[in-house]
């Protein structure tokens, strides 16, 4: 199983840049040139669908639109489509900062990552995490990767790459919704992991 382990890491890495970071002409080119796409690990569930839609977009959508939508589903102004952190889920009044923020940043001293930040944000954001999850599966280290799947990400991710399904409006993100649940499913799967029975609240 950890011969895929450095595929996954790959996967982590665009995963993050997506939902993390504003997009900006340069990655949309090089998403649309380095033929990244083509090379997605094959983790046992079909995404050749959703690779066809980030395409498609890529070459439909002109920048503005990808930007926007980035902006409407996961930063605002207004109500945020998408809320990207995992204490929005899991806490009673929907507040970032919450109880699950604390156990994920417990979680990263124990393992020695300091997360860089300009600003300070909730460390639960799931952007952060794919970055925490991918550099996990580049140190091969299986047991740290069941932990924050089981503890930090499953309990609650579906209910993100649910509301991206439901929100986004460019194949760009609805696409690679779809590649990060299929990700986190076969991973689910594949380490038997059954996540903590957090209740949600969103």
């Not at 950890?2 to 595929?7: A, F, G, M, S, V």
Request: glycine share 8%; charged share 20%; hydrophobic share 40%.
């Amino acid at each position: 199983m950890t011969e895929l382990y450095p595929y996954a890491a790959a996967a982590c890495g665009v995963l993050h840049n997506v939902f993390y970071h504003k997009p900006t002409p340069a990655f949309l080119a090089e998403l649309s040139d380095s033929g990244l796409l083509d090379q997605w690990p094959d983790l046992g569930t079909p995404t050749g669908a959703a690779i066809a839609q980030v395409k498609a977009s890529l070459a439909q959508d002109d920048f503005d639109t990808i930007e926007r939508e980035h902006y409407r589903l996961f930063i605002g102004p207004g109500e945020i489509a998408a809320y990207p952190w995992g204490s929005v889920y899991t806490d009673k009044e929907n507040l970032v900062f919450g109880d699950t923020t604390v156990a994920l940043a417990r979680f990263c001293r124990e393992k020695g990552v300091a997360f860089e930040l300009a600003h300070r944000e909730p460390e639960d954001h799931i952007g952060l995490i794919l970055a925490l999850l991918g550099q996990l599966f580049e140190q091969q280290d299986q047991a740290g990767v069941t932990d924050l799947l089981t503890h930090h990400l499953l309990p609650w991710s579906h209910r993100f790459t649910e509301a991206v399904a439901r929100e986004a409006r460019t194949g760009y993100y609805a696409g690679f919704g779809d590649l990060l649940a299929t990700l986190l499913g076969d991973w689910q799967r594949r380490l038997a992991i059954t996540p903590d029975p957090l209740q949600l609240y969103k």
